[in-house]
């Protein structure tokens, strides 16, 4: 993307949070906010909007530029979205309307944290912008633990996220060795499975589970489901299974949406805050068997996303980056985009960042790449291990007990 050949703007900064909190939301925030802090000639003051574009719409700004250095990087390592966040996603006239609100507040530059909805709103927003001849900066922020925005190879929030689903399927493995059963953890993802399948990163033996993983991106067959249980049940007398919330049929109809008639703000079928698809689940492998069986069904629900001490330092130093990164492109006068992450080819982790356009990740959506999936569509592969665990970083070392049987003696 080209920079604009004119000096950036003097004026205001106003910059808000939406969608799903992360554990690392905030690195991006105070990133943005101390990088703006950075350039006093060209931001004058820094505005942080109260729940999104609700907050502009209804004027509640709150002043950042002088709040305490101590206190932003406090609130930097902090999960959760600090400024409040917002599902809403405003109409085209709400969009000029919040235009209205910026320019009255000389607004110059406006950054947006969040994921694909978040890159459309900051869009309209500009386009509006456009049209009034008004030199207002826009830029999105990516955030997202459902790792689905196009045009990166992975989104800050993301890999904090699969840490805690990791080191919980962990946890879960050895609950379930010491009392045998059969256990369902239903994870979040509507579309995109990729926390769904970071659930097999801590396995720590070969038996570890999960021993089933079921994404969005494979039709569920019900039958097939309880097949596969089956076996690993006959093979270890217990399996731990990882479902997506998003799972489907063949006909691309998800199964919870069939038990639930609840929708989001966006009109999707709420799929979270609910333990009907585990149960549902659960109630056919009970059904399955003859003989009475231990089985057990978990929904993470909003766990996963803000789960304190569970973070991703290279999450935490990424979402930062491109919090800074950002600021310093609409300094230098370019005037819209998005910051993307590309891993570097070669041994060991590491990554440049990449401007792209906001059309480059609104509205759209990406799935699990097919070489993450196995060809039964019932787990990952090694592929989808290697591409996730720099981004989750060290797990738990856990220990099994090496002992010999002591021989049987005859009574």
Do not use: W
């Amino acid at each position: 993307m080209a920079k604009s050949a004119s000096s950036a703007n003097v004026g205001n900064m106003v910059i808000g949070q939406s969608g799903g909190p992360t554990v690392v939301i905030n690195q991006s925030l105070i990133g943005a906010v101390l990088e703006a802090r950075r350039h006093k000639k060209v931001i004058q003051r820094v505005y942080g909007a109260l729940h999104g574009v609700q907050g502009i719409l209804k004027q509640e700004l709150i002043d950042l530029t002088d709040e305490p250095k101590a206190n932003l990087e406090l609130v930097a390592g902090t999960p959760a979205s600090a400024l409040g966040s917002v599902r809403k996603k405003p109409s085209a006239e709400e969009c000029r309307a919040m235009f209205e609100i910026l320019k009255a507040h000389n607004v110059r530059y406006f950054f947006y944290i969040g994921g694909n909805d978040s890159a459309e709103t900051a869009h309209i927003v500009r386009q509006v912008a456009i049209e009034a001849a008004y030199d207002l900066h826009v830029f999105h922020i990516p955030k997202t633990i459902d790792n689905d925005l196009r045009n990166t190879d992975h989104c800050p929030g993301f890999g904090s996220a699969a840490k805690f689903v990791a080191q919980a399927f962990m946890g879960d493995d050895m609950d379930n060795r010491s009392l045998k059963g059969i256990k369902i953890n239903v994870i979040m993802g509507r579309h995109a499975g990729f926390l769904t399948a970071a659930s097999a990163l801590g396995r720590a033996s070969k038996d570890a589970g999960p021993h089933l993983v079921y994404l969005p991106e494979v039709a569920f067959d019900e039958k097939q489901f309880v097949e596969d249980v089956k076996k690993v049940y006959a093979k270890l007398g217990r399996c731990i299974i990882a479902v997506s919330e998003g799972i489907a049929d063949a006909s691309g109809q998800a199964i919870a949406a069939k038990f639930s008639k609840e929708v989001d703000s966006h009109g999707n079928v709420q799929l979270s805050g609910s333990g009907a698809l585990g149960d549902l689940l659960a109630d056919m492998i009970k059904k399955s068997f003859t003989e009475k069986i231990r089985v057990r069904a978990d929904t993470f629900g909003y766990l996963q996303r803000s789960f304190c001490g569970v973070i991703s330092s290279v999450d935490a130093k990424e979402a930062r980056k491109v919090g800074e990164l950002a600021v310093k492109y609409a300094v230098e006068g370019v005037p819209e985009g998005t910051i993307s992450i590309v891993r570097k080819k070669g041994k060991g982790y590491a990554v440049d960042y990449k401007l792209n356009e906001l059309g480059a990740v609104a509205k759209l959506t990406t799935h699990m790449d097919p070489k993450f999936i196995n060809k039964e569509g019932n787990n990952v592969t090694k592929a989808f291990i290697d591409y996730a665990l720099p981004l989750v970083g060290d797990l738990p070392k856990v220990g099994f007990l090496s002992g010999k049987k002591v021989a049987k003696k005859k009574i």
